[in-house]
C-alpha cells in the first residue's frame, strides 16, 4: 500500500513539475542549469530515500517533491536538446533521447551504462 501511495505521489508531482518547468524555461533562458538542477535536486532526495529511514507521510512528501523536480527539469531537457539538434532532424534526435537510448544501452552487451 505505501510503495503504490508513493509511487502515485512522485506520478502526481512530475506533470505538475511539467507545467511549473515549462514556464520556468520561457522565462528563463539558462535551461542547461534548470535542467541540471532539477535532477541533481531529485537525485538528492531519492538518495535521502534510501539512506534515511523515514516515517511514510514523509515519503510521499519526498517522492512527490522528487517528480515535482523531475518533471521541472524536462522542460528545459528539452530546450538544450533542441538547441544541440541539426536543423530538420529534430524528431530523430528526440526518438533518440526518449526511447533509442535505453535500446541502445541494453543491445550492446559491451556497455556498461
Known amino acids: 500500500m ?10 502526481i508531482g512530475s ?3 511539467v507545467l ?3 514556464l520556468l524555461a ?6 542547461g542549469l534548470i535542467a541540471t538542477t ?5 537525485a538528492v532526495l531519492l538518495l535521502l530515500v534510501a539512506l ?3 516515517p511514510t507521510l514523509l515519503l ?9 523536480t523531475l518533471g521541472a527539469a524536462l522542460p528545459s531537457r528539452d530546450m538544450v536538446i533542441r538547441s544541440a539538434t541539426p536543423l530538420g532532424a529534430s524528431g530523430q534526435v528526440f526518438g533518440l533521447v ?6 541502445a544501452r541494453h543491445a550492446d552487451p559491451g556497455c556498461r551504462g
Open 2 to 11: 505505501t510503495a503504490s501511495g508513493v509511487l502515485t505521489a512522485m506520478l
Open 52 to 54: 534515511t529511514p523515514m
Open 26 to 31: 520561457d522565462a528563463v533562458p539558462r535551461h
Open 98 to 103: 526518449s526511447s533509442g537510448l535505453a535500446f
Open 38 to 42: 532539477g535532477f541533481t535536486i531529485a
Open 60 to 68: 510521499f512528501v519526498v517522492f512527490a517533491a522528487a517528480g515535482f
Open 15 to 17: 506533470p505538475t513539475g
Open 20 to 22: 511549473a518547468g515549462g
